[in-house]
């Protein structure tokens, strides 16, 4: 059975992941340390860990396994939960899969490494647009039906229908 796992600490795409789970008939786990309103709908959790250094993070990787589906802009959680076979969707639409996510690590530590060298340098990314909105439901969309596959194909068919 797919689930949904959302890294919702700062997620800007909750709502629309809810969306999609709904209408997929699948269960979604909003996991953060707090300060989310409770979930209105019966197929959605919220999932509140203790605070600390990457709590959510372990919840969700020690779950996420093939035919499900995480959200997440962690590029480390995105790594563990690829090998798992899970799929990521980043919530600006992009995916993460086995061929790119040694380049999403690479490039996270290089731009560290750079605001490491450089204490004064300011800035950051560009703001979410409605464009990523769109880009996120498509991708989701698509990885939520590939994820069903996966997840009836590992189990030998036996949620085929549901």
Known sequence: MTDLYI????CPVKAEAERVAVRHGVRMFLVSNGGIRPPAHPLVESIFVPEGPDVADMWIADRA????VVVTSDIPLAAKVVAAGA???KPNGETLTTANIGNALATRDLMADLRSADPFRQGGGRTFSKA???????ALERAMRKA???GRSASGGSEAGS
């Open 148 to 150: 069903q596959e996966a």
């Open 87 to 89: 799929l990521v969707v």
């Open 7 to 10: 890294d919702a600490d700062a």
């Open 132 to 138: 990523d909105r769109s880009r996120f439901l498509d």
């Open 65 to 68: 396994r093939t035919g499900d």
